[in-house]
């Protein structure tokens, strides 16, 4: 059993600045090469999240009748818990600023609900954490009574990719995903910004289509998880394995005890002998006092409870680095509550883990929007800008709820803005819409400000002197 280090996965760049017809094959065969071997990667880690793991080709010289193959998939347990606690909610689109139409917003969100975005956010984010990287689709709908003008598709990454150019900005020259057909040649779909190529490979590449489309935009978007396309549980692949091993040594170490070898000193046994102690569970023999006989078990039982603290230690090693919060540390007994709980058990790394998901999952988004709301200006005559939309992921906020909206009171008592009072106190995962949509209702504690007493019960200084 060899445990696999992986790196990351290479982002695919050319010197091109435009791909036409005439650079397009040269384009694709250099780009190919680095993206089979991201594939390959990819298809890795996407096996091992499964539980197909080193540790099932495992084998042992000793003793092979007793070889324990025991796979604990904690790769599925980190993919499945950052993909609940970012994409456990919908993901909202809500109305950036006060200049925004109010009335349009909603109903982007309702077309993201027929086309099951928030299932395919979580398909979406499955991937990138799996792989490091992620890829969605967008094209105009063609069935004519659809729910939604537009299409959205979720693309798997070991057969898609997106080439990008290597100078100023980083701009995307390409998207290309591909299948085998039933003759078994690759066809290649090739979208640019304003060109769709189909390329078929046999021998040799050829262009059998080429049309032109009005998206203005390459409607294959790459989503990655961070920089390097590092997936959630890449940089822990060796401790997992570390403590699958763990885990099936341990097993092996009772099966062993359990299935001993027997020695006999000074006294022969036959195999029809031996067998009948196994039945009948005794056994006579003979003994002097210049030759003792004896029979006796051979075993050396594994220390258990050192395996456990090192297999902890692993497992803990794991959720740090990972930015998982630590559920074992449950099992004591503390006197600490709250916001101390939060603190100690690494829910704040999995917060902070979690906000940087978003930042760079927007950036992607945005650019998915840019087409969407293209295709609802050309089919539907619905006119929304980019910055009129802001992207709200939603998550528990909560926990110290007392805490939290006794901070926020005493803001407002204190003649702090509303609007920074709500952003501050940590209690809204939309803190600007929850500001304009309660400006009726804080509109005392503005009018309030001109009158706050100060906090000593004493009169205020600008009321002048009191007799």
């Not at 803005?417 to 009726?440: G, R």
Request: charged residues 30%; hydrophobic residues 35%.
């Amino acid at each position: 059993m060899k445990s696999r280090v992986l790196f990351g996965r290479e982002v695919i760049y050319s010197a091109e600045t435009e791909i036409t017809r005439n650079n397009l094959m040269d384009v694709l065969s250099e780009t190919l090469s680095i993206h089979k071997t991201n594939s390959e990667e990819i298809d890795y880690l996407y096996k091992y999240y499964r539980g197909k793991q080193p540790i099932l080709q495992r084998e042992k010289k000793i003793r092979p009748e007793i070889n324990n193959k025991i796979v604990e998939n904690h790769a599925f347990e980190i993919v499945e818990f950052k993909k609940g606690y970012v994409f456990g909610e919908p993901i909202q689109y809500v109305r950036r600023g006060e200049t925004a139409e109010e009335n349009k917003i909603p109903i982007l969100n309702e077309y993201m609900l027929m086309v099951d975005k928030a299932y395919k956010d979580k398909e979406l984010a499955e991937w990138f954490y799996i792989c490091g990287t992620a890829y969605r689709m967008v094209l105009p709908s063609l069935e004519e009574y659809a729910d939604a003008p537009f299409e959205t598709d979720v693309l798997d990454p070991r057969y898609t990719f997106v080439v990008y150019n290597n100078g100023f900005g980083k701009k995307p020259l390409m998207g290309v995903k591909y299948i085998e057909t039933t003759e078994g040649k690759m066809l290649y779909s090739i979208y640019t910004s304003n060109t769709y190529f189909e390329v078929l490979q046999d021998k040799e590449f050829k262009i059998v289509k080429q049309e032109p489309h009005v998206l203005r935009y390459i409607p294959i978007i790459e989503y990655p998880a961070n920089a390097s396309r590092l997936g959630a549980f890449e940089v822990v692949l060796p401790l997992l394995d570390a403590i699958n091993n763990t885990g099936s040594n341990r097993q092996d170490g009772v099966d062993q005890f359990i299935q001993s070898f027997m020695k006999f000193i000074n006294c022969d046994i036959d195999e029809e002998t031996f067998l009948a102690l196994k039945e009948l569970g005794a056994l006579k023999v003979k003994s002097d006092s210049n030759n003792p006989a004896d029979v006796d078990v051979i075993s050396q039982e594994l220390d258990q409870s050192q395996t456990q603290i090192t297999k902890d230690d692993i497992y803990r090693a794991i959720l740090i680095i990972c930015g998982m919060p630590d559920r074992h540390q449950n099992a004591r007994s503390t006197s600490d509550t709250g916001t101390a709980v939060y603190y100690r058990d690494g829910w704040t790394a999995a917060e902070a883990r979690a906000k940087d998901i978003e930042l760079i999952f927007k950036k992607a988004e945005r650019q998915f929007l840019r087409i969407v709301l293209r295709i609802l200006k050309d089919t539907v005559g619905i006119d929304i800008k980019l910055n009129e939309i802001d992207i709200k992921f939603t998550r528990n906020k909560i926990d110290s709820l007392l805490v939290k909206t006794q901070g926020l009171q005493n803001m407002l008592e204190a003649g702090i803005h509303p609007k920074i009072a709500i952003a501050v106190c940590n209690l809204f995962s939309d803190p600007e819409q929850v500001y304009l949509d309660s400006q009726e209702y804080l509109e005392k504690w503005k009018n309030a400000e001109a009158t706050v007493t100060p906090g000593n019960n004493k009169p205020n200084p600008q009321d002048g002197d009191v007799a």
